[in-house]
C-alpha cells in the first residue's frame, strides 16, 4: 500500500477546478467577443463553433460545482476545446493570428492533466496545428520565411518545455511533501492520518465487494525498561527493527502504521479476524524470537496485541482502534507477550 496516487490526485483537484473554472470563463467571453466578429464578417462556420464553444463552457461549468469525476470533465472539455481551435486555424478566411493560441495548449495540458498526459495531448495538437499552418501558408511565401518560423517553432517549444518541467518539478514536490506529511520518520511506516487515509479507501472497497478487514493493535513490552537499561538510542533501534519485521511478516497489501510511541496498527485488507489472529500470532513469535543485536548484546522485546474486525467490532477507525486497544490492554494484564483475538474468534473457541 504504497502508492500515494489517490491522494496527490486528491490535492490537485482544487486548483485544476480553480484553473478549469478561470478557463471556462475566459471561454465564454472569447466566445462572445470572437463569434460576434466573425459573424459580421461572414465566417458563420467560425461563429456558429465559437458560439457552441460558448454554451459547452456554461454547461460544464455548472457540471463539475460539485462533480466527483473532474478528470473526466476536464478531458471532455479540453478536446473539443482543443478541437475548435484547430478548425478555427484551418478556416480559410480566419486572421492568420489566430495561430497564436497553438501557445495556450501546453500550458493548459499541464496545468489540467499533468505530466503525462498534459505532454501527450500538447504534442498531439501542437504538431496537428503544425500541419494546419503549413498546409494553409506553404503557397505564401510570405509567411514561409526560415526566420518567422524559425521564432514560432523556437517560442512554442520552449513553452512546451517549460509547461513540462514546471509540472514534473510540482508533482515530484507535491509527492514529497505529501510522503513526509504521511511518514513517521523514525521507522518509516505510515502515520495515523496515513492509516487513516488508506483505512477509508479499504473501508469503502470491503463494502463495494463484501470482503473482511482487520485491524491489529501491537504495543511493545516493557519498552520504558529498554530505554532505562540500554539508552535511548537503542530505544530508537528497537523500534525501526519491530518496523522490519512487520515489513517481512506482511503482505503488500497491508499497512504497518505508528500509533506513535511503542504503540502500532496494522491494516489487513481482505483478513478476517481469525486470519488477522494469525498474523498477529506470526508476527509476535518472530518479534520474540529476534532479538535486536547491539555490540555484544541482545537486547529481547516482545509485543503484546488486540484484533478487532470492520463491521463486527465497529465502522470507524476510531472504534476498531478502540476495541482492538481494549484487548491489547487485557493482553497486558494476563502477563503480556500474547495476542487477545476480537470476541468472534474467541466465542467460536468457547464453543468447540
Ligand atoms: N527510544 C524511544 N522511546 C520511546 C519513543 N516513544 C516512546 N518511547 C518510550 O516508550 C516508553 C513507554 O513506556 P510505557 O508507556 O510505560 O510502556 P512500557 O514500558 O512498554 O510498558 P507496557 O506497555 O505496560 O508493557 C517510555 O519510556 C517512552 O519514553 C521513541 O520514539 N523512542
Same mark, same amino acid.
Given at each position: 500500500m504504497d502508492s500515494y496516487k489517490d491522494s496527490l490526485k486528491e490535492l490537485a483537484r482544487p486548483y485544476r477546478k480553480a484553473v478549469l473554472k478561470a478557463l471556462l470563463v475566459l471561454t465564454i467571453i472569447g466566445a462572445i467577443l470572437f463569434s460576434s466578429m466573425n459573424l459580421l464578417k461572414g465566417s458563420y462556420p467560425l461563429a456558429l463553433v465559437e458560439v457552441a464553444m460558448g454554451v459547452y463552457s456554461i454547461v460544464v461549468y455548472r457540471a463539475i460545482r !460539485? +462533480? *466527483?469525476h473532474l478528470e473526466r470533465w476536464i478531458i471532455a472539455y479540453l478536446i473539443p476545446f482543443f478541437t475548435a481551435m484547430m478548425f478555427a486555424m484551418a +478556416? /480559410? *478566411? %480566419? +486572421?492568420? %493570428? =489566430? !495561430? %497564436?493560441? =497553438? #501557445?495556450l495548449i501546453p500550458i493548459i495540458s499541464h496545468l489540467l492533466m499533468g505530466r503525462r498526459l498534459g505532454l501527450a495531448v500538447s504534442v498531439f495538437y501542437m504538431g496537428v496545428a503544425a500541419v494546419i499552418f503549413l498546409y494553409r501558408h506553404l503557397d505564401q511565401p510570405e509567411m514561409m520565411q526560415a526566420l518567422p518560423i524559425t521564432n514560432i517553432a523556437v517560442i512554442s517549444l520552449c513553452i512546451l518545455v517549460f509547461s513540462h518541467v514546471y509540472e514534473v518539478t510540482r508533482e515530484t514536490s507535491e509527492r514529497r511533501l505529501m510522503k513526509m506529511a504521511q +511518514?513517521? /520518520? #523514525?521507522?518509516g511506516l505510515a502515520n495515523r492520518a496515513r492509516l487513516s487515509d488508506i483505512f477509508e479507501r479499504e473501508k469503502n472497497r470491503a463494502q463495494r465487494y463484501s470482503t473482511p478487514v482487520s485491524v491489529l493493535v501491537l504495543d511493545l513490552d516493557h519498552f520504558k525498561s529498554v530505554n532505562d537499561d540500554h539508552g535511548h538510542e537503542t530505544g530508537d533501534l528497537a523500534l525501526q527493527h519491530v518496523a522490519r519485521i512487520f515489513r517481512e511478516c506482511l503482505r503488500a497489501t497491508d499497512l504497518p502504521a505508528r500509533l506513535g510511541g511503542e504503540e502500532f496498527g496494522i491494516l489487513l485488507s481482505n483478513t478476517n479476524s481469525q486470519q488477522a489472529l494469525e498474523v498477529a500470532e506470526k508476527i509476535r513469535l518472530a518479534v520474540a524470537s529476534t532479538p535486536l543485536a547491539i555490540n555484544s548484546n541482545a537486547v529481547r522485546l516482545t509485543l503484546s496485541g488486540g484484533v478487532a474486525e470492520l463491521g463486527i467490532d465497529g465502522d470507524t477507525l476510531r472504534d476498531l482502534v478502540r476495541e482492538a486497544d481494549t484487548r491489547l490492554y487485557t493482553a497486558k494484564e494476563s502477563g503480556r507477550n500474547q495476542i487477545v483475538p476480537a470476541l468472534s474468534v474467541s466465542a467460536a473457541a468457547a464453543r468447540t
Open positions: !460539485h +462533480t *466527483r +478556416t /480559410p *478566411r %480566419a +486572421t492568420s %493570428a =489566430v !495561430h %497564436a493560441w =497553438v #501557445l +511518514t513517521d /520518520p #523514525l521507522t
